[in-house]
């Protein structure tokens, strides 16, 4: 196999065939889980986060593989050992099930319940001053899915939050509820391109999430805390091809369980630099991870992933 150069589209550098990656596959991803996390949402939210913060807690000793990545990643990303990557660890565990919490309960509320759990919302005026569509990538940080709802909200425009085919379909009622704006779009479907495009068209949002690499040749390998890894080029190619500026936004956890999302300078990608493109979001994306460790959602090795 010939080597790979960090930026370059893997079947540039690989006779590998593109196969499905299995990062999100465990034995946890199941509908009873899902229930009763849905069950609590009766508790005050504070409560119900406090207890969700303390399952967590004790999370990574029922699934050591994870609990293997993350530690691995944290210790990249932060430099930490001993105690400290421990507790690092352990947090990271304890943020997701909050986050998770919020997923199956909070982000089901009407949008004005939302906007009432969000205590700044930086730059988000940058969204509103934009008088045609956009590409806005985010990644598995904080409640990345509330961030698609306030962008609908902000916009006053459909959002289509493209996503993966779920693993386990009854799980598709917990986690993806069109309306108030957003709909969601599996990527699979055969149409999905020609959809997206006509949407930018109309002046509406596509929102992405861009940090873990699809296992087709449209993934690149960029440089991430030092180490090439691979992220997907759809969403800047599809940038390109429309000539719509790319918004990235985040959504994260304060200490007072209110969220911060936080809007990027937009960008534009001309033809031909959709992979220097690519470069700025990783780039950006490696800041946010730097700030917020314990809350980037990353349950597999992103440097080594495993494909199915």
Not at 229 to 238: D, R, S, Y
């Amino acid at each position: 196999m010939r080597a790979r150069r960090a930026g370059v589209p893997l079947s540039l550098t690989s006779n590998r065939p593109a196969r499905r990656p299995r990062w999100y596959s465990h034995a946890y991803n199941r509908a009873n889980f899902y229930r009763v996390a849905a069950g609590l949402a009766w508790l005050p939210r504070r409560a119900r986060l406090g207890l969700a913060r303390q399952l967590g807690r004790l999370a990574p000793w029922w699934i050591p593989l994870e609990r293997a990545a993350i530690r691995n990643t944290l210790a990249c990303v932060t430099g930490a050992t001993g105690s400290r990557l421990e507790a690092l660890t352990v947090a990271t565990f304890a943020d997701f099930a909050m986050c998770f919490s919020d997923l199956v309960s909070t982000n089901r509320q009407p949008m004005a319940r939302l906007v009432s759990q969000v205590d700044t919302a930086e730059g988000a005026d940058l969204m509103t001053r934009l008088g045609r569509g956009f590409i806005s990538p985010s990644a598995h940080i904080g409640n990345w899915e509330l961030a698609g709802r306030l962008l609908a909200g902000r916009t006053a425009r459909t959002t289509h939050v493209v996503v993966a085919e779920e693993e386990a379909r009854e799980l598709e009622r917990w986690v993806r509820r069109d309306g108030d704006g957003v709909r969601f779009v599996t990527r699979s479907r055969p149409t999905v391109s020609l959809e997206l495009v006509a949407a930018l068209r109309r002046g509406e949002v596509v929102a992405v999430q861009a940090d873990r690499a699809l296992g087709t040749r449209g993934d690149v390998l960029i440089p991430f805390f030092g180490k090439p890894a691979p992220f997907p080029l759809g969403p800047f190619l599809l940038a390109g091809a429309v000539r719509v500026p790319v918004v990235p936004a985040f959504c994260l956890l304060g200490a007072d369980y209110r969220y911060t999302v936080t809007v990027a300078e937009p960008f534009s990608v001309p033809r031909g630099g959709e992979v220097e493109a690519a470069r700025a979001w990783v780039a950006m994306l490696e800041g946010v991870v730097r700030e917020h460790p314990t809350q980037w959602f990353n349950f597999f090795d992103i440097w080594n992933p495993v494909f199915a």
